[in-house]
């Protein structure tokens, strides 16, 4: 039995958002739909059982430090082959204390916690070094992300096995009935889309993103979704408003929606300023058939090629909106990126994915 559990604040399935949450369930269908037998850990209000496409679902009452002792507990009298350990270490290090096999840990972000709190950082950083030398092995979702732990815990090479991010692209994909139900419905009429789906906060760079649209004129329409800050936080924040004033702001979308806000774009955007370590959401639209203008930066660079999309300089709201404009002004270029980007998403399909984890697992 394959076991993954990760972050314990979002009950699975996370329809409304959680990146680290839908990786986690995503690849446990992959790993299904080979026959394996595979089960995802999750937070709930009470014990109990139930089942998304193919994977049994255990929930756990708790959080945080009580989730993870539990999770020890249950998961061991289970016996599974692999605990893949999704972003918290410390639940691998409880792992290995209790002999309850061997542990794979897929890490996005190379910080230990409270990593910002200058009086707790020396101790907070022992801890998380410890908890990480405990994983059988360590699994960054870039050639970016491997570079950023490497280098930041002094850790040997290896104990890092590269496991991407994934995309399902059989969900994810080219069409035009959804494009034009969407575009109908969000009242789009023939204008060029740019669209962003994550989290507003400068970090994410949502204010370049309204910068670079306020130079674009009236044939731009700007189309952004997600939550104010974190995943499972509701309310309005001042870039949402200012989202609100000239472009359209739909919240959190139920992850349904994705594949038809996608299609309904001519253009993707991801604007990350710092700690892009993959950028599922640009992978996602381009197995949708639509090329992505990201920055410079992180692990953007090995998922947006230049086949697939256009590069602008970090923080420049001025370049990203000279590149769109550029796009809007040569519809050819946008074709051969469209091909471009579909084709690049299928790089990372789940079905891949699953079968560097199996080759990640069977090496343990």
């Not at 009580?66 to 599974?80: E, K, M, Q, S």
């Not at 040997?156 to 991010?165: A, D, E, I």
Request: proline fraction near 5%.
């Amino acid at each position: 039995m394959i076991v993954h559990v990760g972050p314990s604040a979002l009950r699975l399935p996370a329809r409304f958002g959680g990146a680290v949450e839908r990786r986690m369930l995503e690849l446990a269908e992959a790993q299904a739909r080979n026959g394996e037998q595979v089960m995802v850990y999750s937070t709930a209000s009470e014990d109990g059982w139930g089942e998304h496409r193919g994977v049994r679902i255990r929930y756990l009452s708790g959080s945080g430090a009580d989730f993870a002792l539990r999770f020890v507990h249950d998961a061991g009298r289970r016996r599974p082959r692999v605990i893949h350990v999704h972003n918290r270490a410390e639940i691998a290090w409880l792992a290995k204390a209790a002999g309850s096999g061997p542990t794979l840990l897929s890490c996005d972000y190379h910080f230990e916690p409270w990593h910002s709190r200058a009086a707790l950082r020396g101790m907070s950083k022992a801890a998380w070094r410890r908890c990480l030398a405990a994983c059988d092995a360590i699994a960054p979702v870039s050639d970016y992300c491997l570079r950023a732990h490497t280098a930041y815990w002094n850790l040997p090479g290896s104990r890092f096995r590269l496991v991407p991010n994934g995309v399902d692209c059989a969900r994810f994909r080219p069409d035009e009935r959804l494009r034009a139900e969407w575009r109908d419905r969000l009242s789009l009429d023939g204008r060029f889309v740019m669209l962003y789906v994550g989290r507003l906060c400068e970090q994410k760079g949502t204010d370049l993103l309204i910068a670079a649209y306020r130079r674009l004129g009236p044939r731009t329409a700007l189309v952004a979704a997600g939550p104010c800050g974190r995943f499972g936080r509701t309310g309005v924040s001042p870039l949402a408003m200012q989202l609100e004033a000239g472009g359209r702001y739909l919240a959190a979308l139920d992850d349904g929606d994705l594949p038809g806000l996608y299609n309904a774009c001519d253009l993707f955007v991801m604007p990350t300023r710092e700690l892009e370590m993959f950028g599922m959401a640009a992978v996602e639209a381009q197995a949708c058939g639509r090329p992505v203008a990201a920055s410079d930066h992180g692990g953007l660079r090995e998922t947006v090629p230049d086949s697939a999309g256009v590069r602008f300089r970090v923080g420049d709201a001025a370049d990203l909106a000279a590149r769109v404009a550029a796009l809007q002004d040569a519809p050819g270029r946008l074709r051969t990126l469209a091909a471009g980007a579909r084709e690049n998403a299928l790089r990372f399909d789940w079905p891949r994915v699953a079968q560097r984890c199996e080759e990640v697992y069977a090496a343990l």
